[in-house]
């Protein structure tokens, strides 16, 4: 069971929390007939994309096995075999795809549809360059709208699109990380999408996502649909601060390869998030 547990990698449900953000912004947080519902939603996400995982692991064996790191995963090592990762895998879909058909309708349409992309991605998409980016930006993009249905909370055009952006613009940073690390006979052995990036091109992209995040978030901040539109706006300088530091920690320092890591790692940006967290919440439940 330690490798099944380890196989289904619990450190990165940190980024299903994804679907607590509706709640927060809409100050529902401490309200159970929100909460409830979106707590669900959240463990549906952790099974589903832990079911992810193992079939992901199972298609990538061999490559992976060539990984110095990634060759100690269970499935790479042969501590779990094919066979018992798709049975687990599969348990792992159906109680998470049942989980959020208890919810309502349009959750369990969300979930049904994050499980076929990220297959589609496993099996094909990840090698198709641009499209990799997209289609994990828009798991997360799922992730928080999954939140919004589940607790019936209407979202604006401008929260969806601040969830993608800077979805986008954390992956490109990760891909960034992950080119500027591999020398050309590991670039043969990695992930082979990146043969098809620059060092340049990610740069370009990361200024672009950056721009757009900062955008969206700002007509976010201030829409009138937004609660509290004019607190909100007080926020747009620690979201600003926030984009140009990982901008620094990645283009300069060279940490950006694991963007859930540098949340605890980096003291800037966790001081940041916390500060920015803890100020929305406060206005909401005022």
């Given at each position: 069971?330690?490798?099944?547990?380890?196989e289904?990698?619990?450190k990165?449900?940190?980024?299903?929390?994804l679907?607590?953000?509706?709640?927060?912004?809409?100050?529902?947080l401490?309200?159970?007939?929100s909460?409830?519902p979106t707590?669900l939603m959240?463990i549906?996400?952790?099974?589903?994309s832990s079911?992810?995982y193992?079939?992901?692991?199972?298609?990538?064996?061999?490559i992976?096995?060539?990984?110095?790191?990634?060759?100690l995963r269970?499935i790479a090592?042969?501590?779990i075999?094919?066979?018992d990762g798709?049975?687990?895998a599969?348990i792992?879909f159906?109680?998470?795809?049942?989980?959020?058909?208890r919810?309502n309708l349009?959750?369990?349409?969300?979930?049904?549809?994050?499980?076929?992309?990220?297959?589609?991605?496993?099996?094909?998409?990840?090698?198709?360059?641009v499209?990799d980016?997209?289609?994990v930006?828009a798991?997360f993009?799922?992730?928080a709208i999954s939140?919004?249905l589940a607790?019936?909370?209407?979202m604006t055009v401008?929260f969806?699109?601040c969830?993608i952006f800077l979805?986008?613009?954390?992956?490109?940073?990760?891909r960034?990380?992950?080119?500027?690390?591999?020398?050309?006979?590991?670039?043969?052995?990695?992930?082979?999408?990146l043969k098809f990036?620059t060092l340049?091109?990610?740069d370009?992209?990361?200024?672009?996502?950056?721009?757009a995040?900062?955008m969206?978030?700002?007509?976010f901040?201030?829409?009138p649909?937004?609660?509290?539109?004019l607190k909100?706006a007080?926020?747009v300088?620690?979201?600003i601060?926030?984009?140009?530091?990982?901008?620094y920690a990645v283009?300069?320092?060279?940490?950006?390869?694991?963007p859930?890591e540098?949340?605890?790692?980096e003291?800037?940006i966790?001081?940041?998030?916390?500060?920015?967290?803890?100020?929305v919440?406060?206005?909401r439940t005022?």
């Open positions: 069971m330690r490798n099944f547990l380890s289904m990698r619990p990165q449900w940190i980024k299903n929390l679907v607590y953000a509706a709640l927060i912004f809409d100050g529902r401490f309200q159970a007939e909460l409830l707590t959240f549906a996400f952790c099974l589903v079911a992810v193992f079939v992901n692991d199972i298609f990538d064996a061999e992976d096995r060539l990984n110095p790191k990634k060759k269970p090592s042969g501590a075999s094919r066979r798709y049975i687990f599969l792992l159906a109680i998470g795809i049942g989980i959020s058909a919810i349009e959750c369990l349409t969300v979930v049904l549809v994050y499980v076929a992309m990220n297959l589609l991605y496993t099996v094909r998409l990840k090698h198709v360059v499209l980016v997209m289609i930006a798991c993009g799922l992730r939140g919004a607790a019936t909370i209407p401008w969806v699109l969830v979805s986008l613009f954390l992956i490109i940073g990760k960034r990380d992950e080119l500027y690390r591999l020398t050309e006979n590991e670039l043969e052995r990695g992930r082979a999408v990036y340049e091109l990610l370009q992209m990361m200024t672009i996502t950056a721009t995040l900062l969206s978030y700002s007509l901040a201030v829409d649909g937004t609660r509290d539109h909100m007080l926020t300088p620690l979201v601060y926030g984009v140009f530091y990982y901008l283009k300069v320092e060279h940490r950006g390869g694991a859930d540098m949340l605890w790692k003291r800037p966790l001081l940041t998030a916390v500060i920015y967290f803890l100020y919440i406060v206005i005022q």
